[in-house]
């Protein structure tokens, strides 16, 4: 732990998993944001930590637990006024979204005067805990399902508009309990075109949620869409 200021406050809280339940045993650490301070508690039986004396100032709130992350990852220290801030988690993981070679020969083609593709425009879909688009487990922890892809404009789109190039956009935000993409924001992208048309196909595609103990939970993602 950061050494005491006489002017801190004591900052306290309840870590709760994605299905909200409590975690114990498992460390929070507080980081200054605009200066050098840095605090650590472990949870106890009941899923509360506590900081004793925290110098006033904001701070980046991380949990030391896999594929977790906080919902609400910062907060502010008032001098002299205790805080109690409970800490609510959604699982975390990193999607990788990929134009089939198949598609993308077809799509390619049909762009420079050939016939149209034959078959569905088809992506693949992985993710940092496996593929994303198998059968949905009965594991006790299941992250995201891909149940809807992009629409197949959206690759012609993406095609026509790199001209032959390759393109990668990512983007990040989350996937709800209910299988539905909210708060997209586009992390960066090979053109504001792409970037504007990825973020309308993925506002569109829809995920079987990710679930802790057979709940549905929210999930925390990135997103890396290569062409």
């Known amino acids: 732990?950061?050494?005491?200021?006489?002017?801190?406050?004591?900052?306290?809280?309840?870590?709760?998993?994605?299905?909200?339940?409590?975690?114990?045993?498992?460390?929070?650490?507080?980081?200054?944001?605009?200066f050098r301070a840095i605090y650590t508690a472990r949870t106890g039986d009941d899923g509360r930590y506590d900081f004793p004396?925290?110098?006033?100032?904001?701070?980046?709130?991380?949990?030391?637990?896999?594929?977790?992350?906080?919902?609400?990852?910062?907060?502010?220290?008032?001098?002299?006024?205790?805080?109690t801030s409970d800490i609510n988690t959604v699982f975390k993981v990193q999607l990788g979204l990929t134009l089939r070679a198949a598609s993308a020969d077809a799509l390619r083609r049909w762009v420079s005067g050939g016939p149209s593709p034959a078959g569905p425009i088809e992506w693949e879909c992985t993710s940092s805990h496996g593929p994303c688009d198998g059968a949905v487990s009965a594991a006790p922890a299941v992250m995201p399902l891909l149940v809807q892809q992009?629409?197949?404009?959206?690759?012609?789109?993406?095609?026509?508009?790199?001209?032959?190039?390759?393109?990668?956009?990512?983007?990040?935000?989350?996937?709800?309990?209910?299988?539905?993409?909210?708060?997209?924001?586009?992390?960066?992208?090979?053109?504001?075109?792409?970037?504007?048309a990825a973020l309308t196909a993925v506002r569109q595609m829809r995920w079987e949620p990710a679930r802790l103990r057979g709940v549905p939970v929210r999930t925390s993602m990135t997103m890396e869409i290569r062409f």
């Open 53 to 83: 004396r925290v110098a006033p100032g904001g701070y980046r709130v991380d949990v030391q637990y896999p594929a977790i992350v906080p919902v609400v990852d910062a907060l502010i220290v008032a001098a002299g006024r205790p805080l």
């Open 150 to 196: 992009p629409p197949g404009e959206f690759a012609l789109e993406a095609i026509v508009a790199l001209a032959g190039r390759p393109g990668i956009v990512q983007i990040r935000g989350l996937i709800g309990d209910d299988g539905s993409p909210r708060d997209l924001i586009v992390s960066s992208a090979t053109s504001s075109e792409l970037a504007a």
């Open 1 to 34: 732990m950061a050494v005491a200021q006489d002017n801190g406050s004591r900052v306290t809280g309840l870590l709760s998993d994605p299905a909200g339940t409590a975690l114990p045993g498992v460390e929070v650490v507080l980081t200054g944001v605009e």
